[in-house]
Structures are given as structure tokens and as C-alpha cells.
């Protein structure tokens, strides 16, 4: 929950620097589908996926 607050709040600093809908490691544009599906998303589809690589989300 807290790390979903952060991602949204992360994505609302964006809007406001002016760069929500590019990613937020390689400043490529974000696909807007990946924008409409997950609205407070800071990556772009490679870096999210390199990102879950190398922090896997933790087991319940
Ligand atoms: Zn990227």
C-alpha cells in the first residue's frame, strides 16, 4: 500500500514538473495505453520490466 501511495504521488510531482508520460529513467514517452491502464506509472514498458527483474515484488 505505502509503495502504491509513493508511485501515485511520484506520478502527481510529474504532472506538476511537466514530465508525466515519460518515463522516469530513460525519459522515453510512455505508451498512453500503459498510461490509461495505470494512470500513476512513471515507466516506460522496458524499464518497469527491468525494474521488477531486478527488485522482485516480495512473497505474502
Ligand atoms: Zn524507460
Same mark, same amino acid.
Given at each position: ?8 504521488? *511520484?506520478?502527481? /510531482?510529474?504532472? #506538476? ?5 515519460? =518515463? ?6 510512455? !505508451? %498512453?495505453? *500503459?498510461?490509461? /491502464?495505470?494512470? #500513476? ?5 522496458? =524499464? ?6 531486478? !527488485? %522482485?515484488? *516480495?512473497?505474502?
Amino acid at each position: 500500500m505505502e509503495e502504491g501511495l509513493a508511485r501515485t504521488e *511520484r506520478a502527481l /510531482a510529474k504532472l #506538476d514538473e511537466g514530465t508525466y508520460g515519460c =518515463c522516469d529513467t530513460c525519459g522515453a514517452p510512455i !505508451a %498512453p495505453a *500503459r498510461l490509461q /491502464a495505470m494512470p #500513476d506509472g512513471v515507466l516506460c514498458l522496458a =524499464c518497469a520490466d527491468s525494474q521488477r527483474r531486478a !527488485a %522482485p515484488p *516480495r512473497r505474502r
